[in-house]
Protein backbone atom coordinates (compact mmCIF):
# COMPACT_ATOMS: atom_id res chain seq x y z
CA UNK A 1 0.00 0.00 0.00
CA UNK A 2 2.79 2.21 0.71
CA UNK A 3 4.72 1.14 -2.25
CA UNK A 4 1.33 2.19 -4.40
CA UNK A 5 0.86 5.53 -2.52
CA UNK A 6 4.54 6.50 -3.30
CA UNK A 7 3.92 5.61 -6.77
CA UNK A 8 0.92 7.74 -7.64
CA UNK A 9 3.18 10.51 -5.42
CA UNK A 10 5.97 10.43 -7.65
CA UNK A 11 3.29 10.26 -10.90
CA UNK A 12 1.90 13.50 -9.24
CA UNK A 13 5.22 15.14 -9.24
CA UNK A 14 5.88 14.70 -12.77
CA UNK A 15 2.64 15.92 -13.91
CA UNK A 16 2.77 19.23 -11.84
CA UNK A 17 6.54 19.69 -13.42
CA UNK A 18 5.33 19.17 -17.02
CA UNK A 19 2.22 21.76 -16.21
CA UNK A 20 5.39 24.46 -14.58
CA UNK A 21 7.03 24.10 -17.39
CA UNK A 22 4.04 24.87 -19.64
CA UNK A 23 2.88 27.99 -17.75
CA UNK A 24 6.68 29.18 -17.57
CA UNK A 25 6.91 29.33 -21.02
CA UNK A 26 3.34 31.06 -21.68
CA UNK A 27 4.95 33.59 -18.61
CA UNK A 28 8.23 33.94 -20.60
CA UNK A 29 5.96 34.64 -23.95
CA UNK A 30 3.53 36.62 -22.32
CA UNK A 31 6.50 39.21 -21.06
CA UNK A 32 8.05 39.23 -24.35
CA UNK A 33 4.91 40.38 -26.12
CA UNK A 34 4.11 42.70 -23.41
CA UNK A 35 7.24 44.77 -24.07
CA UNK A 36 6.07 45.49 -27.75
CA UNK A 37 2.15 45.73 -26.84
CA UNK A 38 3.18 48.53 -24.12
CA UNK A 39 5.69 50.79 -27.26
CA UNK A 40 2.47 50.33 -29.76
CA UNK A 41 -0.20 51.84 -26.61
CA UNK A 42 2.44 54.37 -26.30
CA UNK A 43 2.50 55.48 -29.52
CA UNK A 44 -1.11 55.16 -30.59
CA UNK A 45 -2.03 57.01 -27.59
CA UNK A 46 -1.60 60.64 -28.77
CA UNK A 47 -3.43 60.31 -32.21
CA UNK A 48 -7.29 60.45 -31.45
CA UNK A 49 -6.35 63.99 -28.77
CA UNK A 50 -4.76 65.79 -31.67
CA UNK A 51 -7.50 64.41 -34.07
CA UNK A 52 -10.71 65.55 -31.94
CA UNK A 53 -8.77 68.84 -31.28
CA UNK A 54 -8.68 69.37 -35.51
CA UNK A 55 -12.23 68.32 -35.31
CA UNK A 56 -13.06 70.88 -32.38
CA UNK A 57 -11.22 73.43 -34.50
CA UNK A 58 -13.11 72.79 -37.51
CA UNK A 59 -16.57 72.67 -36.39
CA UNK A 60 -15.70 76.08 -34.44
CA UNK A 61 -15.68 77.50 -37.67
CA UNK A 62 -18.90 76.07 -39.06
CA UNK A 63 -20.80 76.38 -35.36
CA UNK A 64 -24.19 77.74 -37.28
CA UNK A 65 -24.50 73.71 -38.97
CA UNK A 66 -23.52 71.54 -37.02
CA UNK A 67 -22.39 67.65 -37.74
CA UNK A 68 -24.27 65.03 -37.00
CA UNK A 69 -21.66 62.63 -35.11
CA UNK A 70 -22.14 65.79 -32.72
CA UNK A 71 -25.24 65.43 -32.09
CA UNK A 72 -26.62 65.10 -28.94
CA UNK A 73 -30.33 63.03 -28.86
CA UNK A 74 -32.39 60.88 -26.58
CA UNK A 75 -30.09 57.54 -26.44
CA UNK A 76 -32.69 55.20 -27.69
CA UNK A 77 -30.13 52.66 -28.70
CA UNK A 78 -26.50 52.28 -27.40
CA UNK A 79 -23.82 50.02 -29.70
CA UNK A 80 -21.32 48.69 -27.83
CA UNK A 81 -17.84 47.92 -29.02
CA UNK A 82 -16.70 45.23 -26.84
CA UNK A 83 -12.81 43.99 -27.14
CA UNK A 84 -11.92 41.45 -25.21
CA UNK A 85 -9.16 38.17 -25.75
CA UNK A 86 -9.11 35.30 -27.69
CA UNK A 87 -7.87 33.16 -25.48
CA UNK A 88 -8.57 32.09 -21.78
CA UNK A 89 -5.39 31.57 -19.18
CA UNK A 90 -5.45 35.18 -18.35
CA UNK A 91 -7.01 35.76 -15.00
CA UNK A 92 -9.89 37.36 -14.92
CA UNK A 93 -8.99 39.53 -17.77
CA UNK A 94 -12.15 38.78 -19.59
CA UNK A 95 -14.54 38.01 -16.77
CA UNK A 96 -14.31 41.50 -15.58
CA UNK A 97 -14.77 43.15 -18.58
CA UNK A 98 -18.04 41.04 -19.04
CA UNK A 99 -19.37 41.61 -16.20
CA UNK A 100 -18.65 45.66 -16.21
CA UNK A 101 -20.74 45.21 -19.35
CA UNK A 102 -23.21 43.03 -18.17
CA UNK A 103 -23.77 45.95 -15.32
CA UNK A 104 -23.97 48.66 -18.35
CA UNK A 105 -26.15 47.34 -20.43
CA UNK A 106 -28.87 46.12 -17.50
CA UNK A 107 -32.25 47.52 -18.84
CA UNK A 108 -31.03 48.88 -21.65
CA UNK A 109 -31.57 48.74 -25.42
CA UNK A 110 -28.11 47.85 -26.95
CA UNK A 111 -26.27 46.22 -29.89
CA UNK A 112 -23.25 45.10 -29.84
CA UNK A 113 -19.99 44.43 -31.97
CA UNK A 114 -17.87 41.92 -30.78
CA UNK A 115 -14.22 41.91 -30.94
CA UNK A 116 -12.50 39.09 -30.17
CA UNK A 117 -12.97 35.16 -29.61
CA UNK A 118 -14.17 35.38 -26.04
CA UNK A 119 -16.43 38.52 -27.08
CA UNK A 120 -18.38 37.00 -29.83
CA UNK A 121 -18.62 33.51 -28.01
CA UNK A 122 -19.90 35.27 -24.89
CA UNK A 123 -22.73 37.54 -26.95
CA UNK A 124 -23.69 34.83 -28.81
CA UNK A 125 -24.46 32.62 -26.14
CA UNK A 126 -26.73 35.42 -24.69
CA UNK A 127 -28.21 36.14 -27.89
CA UNK A 128 -27.39 39.83 -28.16
CA UNK A 129 -27.99 41.68 -31.33
CA UNK A 130 -24.59 41.56 -33.29
CA UNK A 131 -24.07 44.26 -35.47
CA UNK A 132 -21.22 42.30 -37.60
CA UNK A 133 -19.31 38.72 -36.48
CA UNK A 134 -16.61 39.32 -39.15
CA UNK A 135 -14.32 40.70 -35.89
CA UNK A 136 -14.02 37.92 -34.09
CA UNK A 137 -10.30 37.43 -33.75
CA UNK A 138 -8.69 40.19 -31.51
CA UNK A 139 -4.86 39.30 -32.81
CA UNK A 140 -6.13 39.52 -36.79
CA UNK A 141 -7.49 42.82 -36.20
CA UNK A 142 -4.93 45.59 -38.04
CA UNK A 143 -5.51 49.25 -39.15
CA UNK A 144 -7.66 48.55 -41.79
CA UNK A 145 -10.47 46.60 -39.92
CA UNK A 146 -10.49 49.64 -37.73
CA UNK A 147 -11.42 51.66 -40.66
CA UNK A 148 -14.06 49.62 -41.41
CA UNK A 149 -15.09 49.50 -38.25
CA UNK A 150 -15.05 52.92 -37.56
CA UNK A 151 -17.26 53.43 -41.12
CA UNK A 152 -19.98 51.08 -39.70
CA UNK A 153 -20.06 52.63 -36.71
CA UNK A 154 -20.34 56.14 -38.18
CA UNK A 155 -22.91 55.17 -41.14
CA UNK A 156 -25.22 53.45 -38.90
CA UNK A 157 -25.08 56.64 -35.78
CA UNK A 158 -25.47 58.86 -38.92
CA UNK A 159 -28.75 56.79 -39.89
CA UNK A 160 -29.91 56.69 -36.42
CA UNK A 161 -29.88 53.21 -36.21
CA UNK A 162 -28.14 53.73 -32.88
CA UNK A 163 -27.85 56.80 -30.54
CA UNK A 164 -24.55 56.34 -28.92
CA UNK A 165 -21.56 54.29 -29.69
CA UNK A 166 -19.54 53.03 -26.85
CA UNK A 167 -16.13 51.18 -27.15
CA UNK A 168 -15.74 48.65 -23.45
CA UNK A 169 -12.39 47.33 -23.04
CA UNK A 170 -9.71 47.06 -20.30
CA UNK A 171 -7.06 49.99 -19.83
CA UNK A 172 -3.60 49.04 -19.15
CA UNK A 173 -1.87 50.98 -16.54
CA UNK A 174 1.42 48.68 -15.45
CA UNK A 175 2.53 45.15 -15.98
CA UNK A 176 0.35 44.35 -12.82
CA UNK A 177 -2.80 46.44 -13.06
CA UNK A 178 -5.41 46.42 -15.89
CA UNK A 179 -9.14 47.60 -15.57
CA UNK A 180 -12.02 47.39 -17.41
CA UNK A 181 -13.20 51.07 -18.57
CA UNK A 182 -15.47 52.19 -21.00
CA UNK A 183 -15.36 55.62 -23.46
CA UNK A 184 -18.06 57.12 -25.14
CA UNK A 185 -17.13 57.42 -28.89
CA UNK A 186 -19.94 59.01 -30.79
CA UNK A 187 -21.79 61.55 -30.24
CA UNK A 188 -18.55 63.25 -30.23
CA UNK A 189 -17.46 65.65 -27.11
CA UNK A 190 -16.03 68.97 -28.64
CA UNK A 191 -13.64 70.10 -26.89
CA UNK A 192 -14.06 74.27 -26.31
CA UNK A 193 -11.02 76.93 -27.82
CA UNK A 194 -9.88 74.24 -30.16
CA UNK A 195 -10.21 77.55 -32.92
CA UNK A 196 -6.85 78.89 -31.76
CA UNK A 197 -5.03 75.39 -32.44
CA UNK A 198 -5.57 76.14 -36.20
CA UNK A 199 -6.30 79.85 -36.80
CA UNK A 200 -3.29 79.50 -39.48
CA UNK A 201 -4.18 76.57 -40.81
CA UNK A 202 -5.41 76.69 -44.63
CA UNK A 203 -8.64 74.43 -45.39
CA UNK A 204 -9.42 73.36 -48.99
CA UNK A 205 -13.15 72.58 -49.27
CA UNK A 206 -15.63 73.13 -46.80
CA UNK A 207 -15.43 72.10 -43.49
CA UNK A 208 -18.55 69.92 -43.23
CA UNK A 209 -17.12 67.54 -45.79
CA UNK A 210 -13.70 67.69 -43.55
CA UNK A 211 -15.84 66.57 -40.87
CA UNK A 212 -17.38 64.18 -42.45
CA UNK A 213 -14.25 62.63 -43.79
CA UNK A 214 -11.89 63.02 -40.82
CA UNK A 215 -14.82 61.42 -38.29
CA UNK A 216 -14.38 57.88 -39.58
CA UNK A 217 -10.65 58.37 -38.94
CA UNK A 218 -10.83 59.66 -35.78
CA UNK A 219 -13.01 57.02 -34.78
CA UNK A 220 -10.62 54.25 -36.45
CA UNK A 221 -8.26 55.94 -34.46
CA UNK A 222 -9.92 55.28 -30.80
CA UNK A 223 -10.19 51.63 -31.80
CA UNK A 224 -7.11 51.02 -32.90
CA UNK A 225 -5.52 52.51 -29.90
CA UNK A 226 -8.09 50.90 -27.20
CA UNK A 227 -7.01 47.21 -29.54
CA UNK A 228 -3.68 48.16 -28.37
CA UNK A 229 -4.55 48.70 -24.25
CA UNK A 230 -6.63 45.91 -24.37
CA UNK A 231 -3.98 43.61 -26.09
CA UNK A 232 -0.72 44.81 -23.85
CA UNK A 233 -4.02 44.34 -20.64
CA UNK A 234 -4.52 40.76 -21.62
CA UNK A 235 -0.53 39.86 -22.41
CA UNK A 236 0.11 41.71 -18.89
CA UNK A 237 -2.98 39.73 -17.32
CA UNK A 238 -1.49 36.67 -19.08
CA UNK A 239 1.75 36.75 -17.32
CA UNK A 240 0.21 37.64 -13.79
CA UNK A 241 -1.24 34.80 -13.95
CA UNK A 242 0.94 32.23 -15.18
CA UNK A 243 3.58 33.60 -12.85
CA UNK A 244 0.97 32.76 -9.82
CA UNK A 245 0.58 29.25 -11.61
CA UNK A 246 3.78 28.94 -11.61
CA UNK A 247 4.48 30.11 -7.62
CA UNK A 248 1.84 27.15 -7.16
CA UNK A 249 2.85 24.78 -8.44
CA UNK A 250 6.29 25.26 -6.99
CA UNK A 251 4.13 24.85 -3.32
CA UNK A 252 2.64 21.70 -4.70
CA UNK A 253 5.49 20.29 -5.93
CA UNK A 254 7.87 20.77 -2.09
CA UNK A 255 4.27 19.59 -0.37
CA UNK A 256 4.27 16.10 -2.53
CA UNK A 257 7.96 15.92 -2.02
CA UNK A 258 7.58 16.11 1.55
CA UNK A 259 4.69 13.73 1.58
CA UNK A 260 6.61 11.28 -0.94
CA UNK A 261 9.49 11.47 1.75
CA UNK A 262 7.63 10.16 4.46
CA UNK A 263 6.13 7.62 2.51
CA UNK A 264 9.44 6.67 1.87
CA UNK A 265 10.54 7.03 5.27
CA UNK A 266 7.49 4.96 6.35
CA UNK A 267 8.47 2.03 4.20
CA UNK A 268 12.11 1.94 5.37
CA UNK A 269 11.25 1.73 8.98
CA UNK A 270 8.57 -0.92 8.19
CA UNK A 271 11.19 -2.78 6.06
CA UNK A 272 13.88 -2.67 9.20
CA UNK A 273 11.29 -3.76 11.55
CA UNK A 274 10.44 -6.59 9.71
CA UNK A 275 14.05 -7.46 9.62
CA UNK A 276 14.79 -6.98 13.68
CA UNK A 277 11.12 -9.10 14.00
CA UNK A 278 12.59 -12.17 12.04
CA UNK A 279 16.00 -12.01 13.94
CA UNK A 280 14.31 -12.13 17.05
CA UNK A 281 12.05 -14.97 15.85
CA UNK A 282 15.42 -16.91 14.91
Known amino acids: MSGASMKQIKTRIKSVESTRQITKAMELVATSKLRKAKQRVENARPYHEVMLNAISSLQAGVAESPTVFAEQREVKRTCYVVIAGDRGLAGGYNANLFRMVRSMTEGETYCVLPIGKKSLEHFQRLGADLVSTYFGVTGAVGIGNCVQMAKLLCDGFAEGKFDRVVVAYTKFQSMLSQIPVSEQVLPLTLTSGGKSSYSDALIEGSAEDLIAKIVPQYVSGILFSTLCEAAASEHGARRTAMNAAN ?29 VSGAEAL
Do not use: P, S, W
Request: glycine share 4%; net charge negative; aromatic share 4%.
Open 247 to 275: KNAGEIIDTLVLHYNRARQAVITQEITEI
